[in-house]
Each structure stands twice: as C-alpha cells, then as structure tokens.
C-alpha cells in the first residue's frame, strides 16, 4: 500500500527529471557537445548521489513547514503539487515544483488544522526571490572572472571549446548534484514523516536512513524522467540558452548550479555558522528560475537589450500565484479523498494540559503561568490550542514557546507489547536498546516523550549526547521507529 | 577522454594551419609565377603553374579533410558554419591565384613592356591583401582580439590595387597604337588581378562579422 501511496512522489519525480535536467545539460547536448546518454547517465547517477547525501536540509525546511502525518495525506499533497504543476504548465505558467509542493503542503496544514509555521513560510518565499537575483550576481561574476582570464591566456578558438566542453560536463555533474539535493525535498520530503521504514546497511559500510531510502527512490524517479522525456526538452531548451555564446552558457549553468548547492548544502551552511559568517537557509527553490535569473545577469551585463521583462514578471507572479492555487488544489483533493475515499488524510490529533505536562514544560526552562487556566482542558486542533494560548497569554505566543507546549501536550498513545518488540528490527536496533524496551512490556504511554524518559532512565544509549550530532539524529530516528511500531491506532479516540 | 579531445583539438589546428600555409604560398607562387611570364621565362612559368595546381589540390583536400572533421566530432557547434564559409572563402582565393596564372598560360596575353611594372604592382597589391588576410584569419583561430591588427591592411592594399588597376587601364586606352583588342584584352587581365584584392577584402569584411559574433 506504502507503494501505491508513494506514486504520486515518483510522478513529481519523473516530471523533474523531465524538466529540469535541461537546466544542468541542456546546453552541452542541445548544442551536441556531448551525447544525450553520456549526460543522462551522469545526470541520474549524480541526482541520486545528491538527494541521499545532501537531501535533508531543504527537507527538514519543508517539514517545519508542516510535517504530514498520515501517508494518504502525503499522497495526496504531492498529487495536488503535480495537478498545480500540470494545470498551470497547461496555462502557459511558468510553475515551480516547489513552490507548488510548498502550497500543497499549506493546503494540508488548513486542512487538518495544523500550523503553518510563518517563520519558516516567510523565509522560503523569501528564498525563492533571493534566487533569481542570487543566480544573476553569480553569473556576472563569474563572468567578469572567467572572460579576462581566457583574453588574458589567449586560448585558440578550438582549445576555447575543447576546455567549455570539459568545464559544461563538470558543470552538468555539479548541477545534477546540487539539483537532487536541492529538490528532492519537493519530491520525497512530505514521505519523509510517514514513511514506515528502518535504516538498512549496504554492505556494513553505508547506512540509509528512512529519509535517505525514500530521497534514493526519488532519485531514481528522477532519473528515469531524465532518461525517458528530457532529450527533447534539452534540444528545445538548451539551444535556447547556447544562442548566448559557449562561454556565457557555461558561465549561466555554473551560477544555477552553485545557487542551487548553496541553498542545500547542510556542510556549508555548518562551515559558515561555525566561522561565525551568515548561512543561507535550505530551501528548495526553482531550478529553472535560477537559471533565467543566471541568464537575465549575462544579459544586464551586456546591456539589458535582450531581456524579455514578460518572462521576469511571470516568474514573480509564480512565487505568490503557484502556491495559492496549489494550497487550494491540495484542500479540495484532500476533502475529497477524505470524504469520498475515507482515507486518513491527516492523523487527528489531541492535546491535553495537565499539571504534570505543565510541570515538565516548566522544567524545560518555559515561563508556564499562562498555562494554569488551561489545565484539565484538550484541543484537537493545534491552531485551535494555539489561540487558546494566546488568550491565556494575554500576547501572540511565539513558534518556539508553542512548539515546546504541543511537544510536552500531545496525546500519542504508545502501548509495549511482546508482539510489537518481536517486530522490531534486530539489525538496527542495538541489543542493548532492545533490552530496555523489553524492560517497558506491558507499559501504556500517553506522551512519547514520556516513552523517551523511561527508555533514557534504562539505558544511556536511548540517551541524547551532547556533542555527537549524528548519533543524536540517529536516535531521533529510532525514535521516531518506535512511535510508528507501538502506536495504538486507536489514539484517533481521544 | 580528456587527453584524446585536446590532441584531436591540436591536429586540427595544425591541419588549419597548414591550409591557410598552402593559401600564403599559392599567393607567393602566383607573384613569381607572373614575374617569370613577365621575363618572358616561360619555362619557369610552366614549373610555378604545375606547382600552383599541386598546392590547390592540397588545400582542397585539408578544407574537405577539416571541413569533415568539424562536423563528425561536433567541433565549435556555435561557429561551424561561419568557420566553414571563411575555410571556402579562402580557398576561392586559392582558386583565383590558380585561375590567374592559367588564364596567363591559356590566353598568352601580349603586355608591353611599359605596363610590366603596373602588373607587377598590381599582382603584388593583390598578394599582400591575401597574405594580411590571411593572418586576420590565422588571428581569428588563435587570438581574436588581434584580428584587427591586420584587417585593416587588407582595406589598404584592395584600395591601393584599386588605384594601380585605375591608372593602368587609363594607359592602356590612351595609347594610339594599340588595336582595341589588345587594349581590351589587357584590360580583362588589369581587372582580374584587381578583383583578388576585393576577394580578399570580402573575405575580410565577412571576418569582422564573425568576431563580432565571437565576441565572449
């Protein structure tokens, strides 16, 4: 059934390999500098590469954006992205995967009651207009960097190409890497949360986790996109673009390639806050509109004759326009595949302020007087405890303050049964952790993180590190396991 | 892949240079090659002319040879087609300097001896508007932005044919004694050397497109 559900991710996958793959060598096949199937299978080798090495920063945006919780809901988000997409391509749009993939997931947020965290909203928009202009500065640059030194080396017309045509497959590999891992998140990222799988081992050497698994999926969806449909947009599309000159062609691709990296590279983003220097979000952003961003900066450089203003205002309209229709396309399927198809779209959710969950939330550092009134009531709808909190508060009360409350408040029912530890996966989970779990038989939980405590009080290794990042990320995902494994489906009751 | 792509990059380089070589020395030949005519050598005449044929052939087979290379490896896709334009251009001149010297042999033109250095000059403004053709050309391969060093001298010499042709023609007719076939006779010659000077200057002008167009 997972599988099922997870077509409507491989379809957005495929179209972005159909499409965008143009932007990263569409100018070395289109002006057949070299073969489609050279390109095609560097392409997918290096999308895939991308999207399991690199995919989680711009997914983790998306899922603080709204984390879906039941995978018809995910189905659905990613199906309503690929209708928006499909619907405004028809229209003669300029349209974005992520932005659409972005107000489908608003469209579920409405839907199930779920906040939208604006801080995160406004920071991708933010992004996405960044971009363009990003792309631009970059080229130009670029540019004025690459031409002197070619003047300078009075490189011959035939070197010239040989060396374009080694610096276009560099810059294709490159941007196939940055691609994958910048828009995975568009494909996969809404899967991530629901998805029921464990970390595997290739071989002993490589781990996978969940998300890495399904950003290997995508890939390979993207990857056959690539091999079935972008000859022919490669042809259209990057004859377009060569019409600049090979160098300028280069240099446009090379700044696509370097913006979209940049806003999915978890490493540099960690090198720069670590040097104390500014980092810019991971957000996935329009492949395309980096490119005609990369293209509009050669041609201000040269002038600004040849710049169509038509084509600059329809990508601006998209950043406002995609996700709105997109929000509205996702509501309207997910009312009906609720109501129609009664499939779980969302899992319904309760939170309940008791003294006890106020006195762990004091514990963790919070201010918790506004809380007292509240205690002894339930929510089944975050906005609607989100706003009960504000009254209390007498003032907005801010994401982080409301996250730390829904975390210490919300009702998931973990029940530990024989059965459901003879299920866990033995590969994956240490003996050790295994043994601190079987010590919980029997033990029904109202709150994970209650769960969390009682395993961290039997065993260190169910225990956070305060400096191992990936062992942290690792437990997160075991944890994340266990919920899914000891969940009581009935919890909905509440 | 790397390595296999720069040495077919150089022996096309070096085919190119050796086409535009059989270019420079077909204008060298045909400038002795009417000398000895003019000397009345006609056995050298008849060396230079099979020599002539001998380098035409060559640069007909490297402009096929380089012409089949640009398009079966794909080489320079944005500037194929004017490369190949100015690869025929050069060789029309080629053929022009060929052609010249075979109209010398074939029609045995009768030039009296006060024109001999009119013709010569004339052959010699038509020879050096090639030859600065021909490392505008050279230019455009290896260094562009030095085209113009030299394009400006093919102006030059195709303006100072024009003036020698002028003027030679202008003796020619306003001799008496000659019979108007004669004069006319000579006169077609004077034009077909002068018109080498304006291929050349074509050529020229159609280069000065071709590095706008290559401008980075």
């Known amino acids: 059934m997972f599988a099922f559900f997870l077509s409507s991710g491989l379809f957005l996958g495929w179209s972005l390999g159909a499409n965008d793959a143009a932007n990263v060598f569409g100018t070395a096949v289109g002006s057949r500098m070299i073969r489609f199937a050279t390109a095609a299978v560097l392409c997918s080798i290096f999308v895939i590469i991308g999207s399991v090495v690199s995919g989680a920063g711009a997914s983790e945006t998306l899922g603080k954006l709204g984390s879906i919780t039941a995978i018809a809901g995910a189905f659905v988000v990613a199906f309503a992205a690929a209708v928006s997409v499909y619907l405004m391509t028809k229209a003669g749009y300029p349209v974005s995967t992520s932005q659409a993939i972005v107000g489908a997931i608003i469209g579920w947020n409405l839907f199930s009651g779920s906040l939208t965290d604006y801080d995160s909203l406004t920071t991708i928009v933010a992004t996405w207009v960044v971009c363009p202009f990003l792309s631009a500065i970059f080229a130009v640059s670029f540019y004025k960097l690459f031409v002197p030194v070619i003047k300078t080396c009075s490189v011959s017309m035939f070197r010239l190409d040989a060396l374009t045509r080694y610096l276009l497959i560099l810059a294709g590999i490159f941007g196939s890497y940055s691609l994958g891992a910048n828009n995975i998140a568009n494909v996969m990222g809404v899967f991530v949360p629901v998805a029921p799988l464990s970390d595997i081992s290739l071989f002993g050497m490589v781990s996978l986790n969940a998300a890495q698994q399904l950003f290997f999926i995508g890939g390979v969806a993207i990857a056959v996109g690539v091999f079935t449909y972008s000859k022919r947009v490669m042809m259209t599309v990057g004859e377009g673009i060569f019409e600049l000159s090979p160098v300028a062609a280069l240099v446009v691709v090379w700044a696509h390639s370097m913006v979209l990296f940049l806003f999915a590279s978890q490493g540099l983003k960690g090198l720069l806050v670590s040097h104390g220097l500014p980092s810019l979000p991971l957000v996935p952003v329009s492949s395309s509109q980096a490119i005609v961003g990369a293209v509009i900066g050669i041609g201000l450089l040269r002038g600004g004759r040849s710049i169509r203003w038509r084509l600059v205002g329809g990508i601006a309209s998209g950043w406002v326009a995609t996700p709105v229709i997109a929000a509205g396309v996702s509501f309207m399927l997910l009312f009906f595949v609720q109501n129609v198809f009664q499939q779980e779209t969302y899992r319904p959710v309760t939170y309940r302020v008791t003294a006890e969950n106020v006195d762990r939330i004091g514990r963790a550092g919070m201010d918790t007087g506004y809380l007292a009134p509240l205690v002894g009531e339930e929510f089944s709808r975050a906005v609607d405890f989100r706003d009960a909190l504000s009254r209390s508060k007498g003032e907005p009360v801010t994401a982080g303050e409301t996250a730390t409350v829904m975390h210490y408040t919300e009702v998931d029912e973990l029940e530990i049964t024989e059965e459901k530890i003879a299920e866990l996966d033995t590969t994956w989970i240490t003996a050790e952790q295994r043994e601190a779990v079987e010590a919980l038989t029997g033990r029904v939980f109202i709150h994970t993180w209650r769960f969390d405590e009682a395993l961290a009080r039997l065993s260190p290794q169910w225990r956070l590190s305060e400096h191992d990042r990936d062992f942290n990320r690792a437990l997160t995902n075991k944890r994340q396991y266990m919920y899914r494994i000891f969940r009581r489906h009935d919890t909905a009751s509440h | ?216």
Request: with cysteine; aromatic share 8%; charged share 35%.
């Open chain 2, 1 to 216: 892949m790397g390595f296999r792509l720069l040495k077919r990059t150089s022996g096309i380089e070096k085919d190119l240079d050796d086409f535009l070589d059989q270019v420079s020395r077909s204008g060298l030949l045909f400038k002795s090659g009417i000398d000895c005519y003019l000397r009345d050598n006609l056995e050298s005449f008849a060396k230079k002319t099979e020599e002539m044929i001998d380098i035409e052939h060559r640069g007909d087979a490297l402009r096929r040879s380089l012409e089949t290379q640009l398009y079966t490896k794909t080489l320079i896709p944005e500037s194929r087609g004017d490369v190949l334009e100015l690869l025929e251009s050069m060789d029309r001149l080629l053929d022009h300097f060929k052609g010249a010297l075979w109209r010398f042999d074939i029609e045995h033109p009768e030039i009296c001896v006060e024109y001999h250095d009119d013709f010569r000059e004339l052959a010699s403004c038509g020879v050096e508007a090639v030859e600065s053709t021909v490392l505008s050309c050279r230019a455009f391969f290896k260094n562009v932005d030095t085209v113009a060093d030299h394009m400006h001298k093919v102006m030059y010499w195709e303006s100072e044919s024009d003036k020698v042709s002028t003027e030679l023609q202008r003796k020619i007719f306003r001799r008496e004694d000659l019979r108007l076939s004669h004069k006319r006779h000579l006169r077609d010659f004077a034009r077909y050397l002068e018109k080498i000077a304006d291929e050349a200057e074509d050529v020229a002008d159609r280069l000065n497109i071709y590095v706008i167009k290559r401008s980075i």
